[in-house]
């Protein structure tokens, strides 16, 4: 039997990087309730950062690897947030803790673009 598993309705059928990016939309609409300033911000995932010196969101050359970065808006572009696929699924065992994981990624960016605290623009952060 060749085919799909299950039709493409059914949550099965959805890919890893699907799966994700409906978690931080999930997280950005959560968060417009309160700000609905993130309406003019774009949400993007990217599969992992791009290394020191390529790019716009280079700027990491320590140990670590970021989870999320931003953009800030200049020359007619909208400011974009960004949220890395594969070091936050690499941090996390199951949907509950990526989840978690992804809106305090998104909560830390969005308050660094606003210049604000995490704190200000989720009260339950750091909650979970």
């Not at 939309?25 to 911000?41: F, N």
């Not at 200049?74 to 803790?97: L, Q, S």
């Not at 305090?104 to 960016?109: G, L, P, S």
């Amino acid at each position: 039997m060749r085919g799909p598993i299950a039709p493409p309705q059914v949550p099965l059928a959805a890919s890893r990087a699907e799966v994700f990016a409906d978690l931080v939309q999930d997280s950005v609409e959560r968060l417009e309730r309160r700000w609905p300033q993130l309406a003019d911000i774009d949400f993007l995932v990217l599969e992992v950062p791009r290394p020191e010196g390529r790019g716009e969101l280079a700027g990491w050359a320590d140990d670590t690897v970021p989870l999320g970065g931003i953009i800030p808006a200049r020359d007619g572009r909208r400011a974009r947030v960004v949220v890395y696929r594969r070091p936050v699924e690499i941090r996390t065992k199951g949907r509950d803790e990526r989840a978690a994981l992804v809106h305090e990624v998104v909560v830390e960016q969005v308050a660094e673009l606003l210049g604000l605290t995490p704190e200000t623009v989720d009260p339950r952060y750091g909650e979970d």
